[in-house]
């Protein structure tokens, strides 16, 4: 796992506290010595005050005591998430596109937009970087569990997928292809 993550760029990490061979104190003192800047999430059955603060001040972002419960959790994974991204609000607006983060729902105005799981996905992660051009190789990264060779063409596949469900033939795109480099999401200058 350490070498996972300090090998790898993750989002987010959850970590336990009493991992056998190393603990996760060390494994987080051993990511933020190299540098790492992933958001951490503790997750343990330490719970006294003390254990907390010495979590916090080695450089986690976050500490949650078992037993929890799991929207818990996963609401303190999606602020980690939008503080990431400096996003406050759980809604992400592009012209009239907006996305619900917290309930996975999608509107172009006031239609709501059925997505398959794969397709909010990669919707959320382009959005998350809007204006920035995100190429093949992170879509494929951040949006799939697995691997594959990088002439794979999944990832035009569900663009394409994704550009039917949200473009509107009387507005400018919204999903625009940087030839060579990838995909970006936003308004085009």
Do not use: C
Not at 144 to 160: H, Q
Request: aromatic share 8%; glycine share 6%.
């Amino acid at each position: 796992g350490l070498w996972y993550a300090t090998s790898n760029d993750y989002d987010v990490i959850i970590l336990d506290l009493m991992l056998p061979g190393m603990d996760g104190l060390s494994i987080l003192k051993k990511l933020r010595a190299k540098g790492r800047q992933s958001h951490v999430l503790i997750l343990t059955a330490k719970d006294t005050l003390q254990d907390r603060v010495t979590g916090l001040d080695l450089g986690a972002d976050d500490y949650l005591v078992k037993p929890f419960a799991f929207e818990e959790l996963l609401a303190r994974v999606r602020a980690l998430l939008r503080r990431s991204f400096m996003q406050k609000n759980p809604r992400i607006k592009i012209r009239d596109l907006q996305i619900d983060l917290t309930t996975q729902r999608v509107w172009r105005g006031r239609e709501e937009i059925q997505l398959t799981p794969r397709e909010y996905a990669l919707l959320e992660y382009l959005a998350m970087r809007q204006g920035q051009t995100v190429s093949r190789a992170d879509i494929w990264e951040h949006v799939y569990e697995f691997k594959s060779t990088a002439s794979s063409n999944v990832v035009d596949v569900y663009i394409g997928y994704l550009r039917k469900k949200i473009e509107r033939p009387d507005s400018p795109p919204l999903i625009h292809t940087v030839r060579g480099r990838g995909y970006t999401l936003g308004v085009q200058p």
